[in-house]
């Protein structure tokens, strides 16, 4: 009886700790209420993120106010609504540089197939992580948004309002040459890498003029995950 006794104890004790295991890992994976999220991320800025350092000097009060975020969302979910293939455009906009303490504001672009619980819950997600980087949130609208990540080129776009053309520097200079890399990427990523920005357009209207960059070092690409 007391053999077992013993044994039905050890049992016990061994479903336990898997339980504990299991609970733990599901935390770890799925975050603080089961909050997790994972995919590509894409920006554009109307100042180089990698240049000499006269090219930088000579944009840094000048430029730089304006860029363009971008969001597609490949699995996770937030507060208990899938947000898989959710895509978002941010243009973000401010009176001095990005890098600057300034005002900003920003008009958010959801794309249209998404229900609008996903539009309330993937907004919710970015304004709990991004709050500094978009400022004060002026518009949210629903439209065509175009995210198309093939290779280590970034073709991101939104019917009338904004669109980026991003391609990997050659020979990822911006790793063999880290103290050329001036700014920090509006949103943390995971293997963060400089992009060149083929051409990024902001329509206007919203939150500031009209801006078109072609053709500079610009840009940062990566995984996000929160």
């Not at 895509?87 to 540089?97: D, F, L, M, P, Q």
């Not at 005002?103 to 609008?116: G, P």
């Amino acid at each position: 009886m007391r053999r077992f006794s013993l044994m039905a104890l050890i049992i016990g004790t061994l479903f336990l700790v898997a339980g504990v295991v299991v609970i733990n890992s599901s935390a770890e994976t799925d975050g603080p209420r089961g909050n997790y999220l994972r995919g590509d991320y894409v920006e554009s800025r109307t100042a180089s993120v990698f240049a000499g350092a006269c090219h930088y000097n000579g944009e840094v009060t000048t430029t730089g106010r304006d860029a363009l975020m971008a969001w597609n969302v490949s699995s996770g979910s937030w507060k208990g609504v899938d947000l898989s293939g959710v895509r978002v455009v941010a243009i973000v906009s401010a009176e001095g540089n990005l890098a600057e303490n300034s005002d900003r504001r920003s008009q958010i672009v959801i794309n249209r197939e998404a229900s609008h619980a996903q539009a309330v819950a993937i907004l919710d997600a970015l304004k709990t992580q991004y709050a500094s980087s978009l400022g004060r949130i002026v518009s949210v609208t629903s439209s065509r948004v175009q995210f198309d990540h093939q290779d280590k080129t970034y073709n991101v776009s939104t019917t009338n309002v904004a669109s980026m053309t991003v391609e990997a520097m050659p020979n990822d200079l911006c790793c063999k040459m880290p103290n050329l890399v001036w700014y920090a990427p509006l949103a943390a990523l995971e293997n963060r890498k400089v992009g060149y920005t083929k051409i990024a357009t902001y329509a206007g209207g919203i939150v500031g003029e009209p801006w078109q960059k072609a053709d500079e070092n610009s840009s940062f690409y990566g995984s996000f995950s929160f």
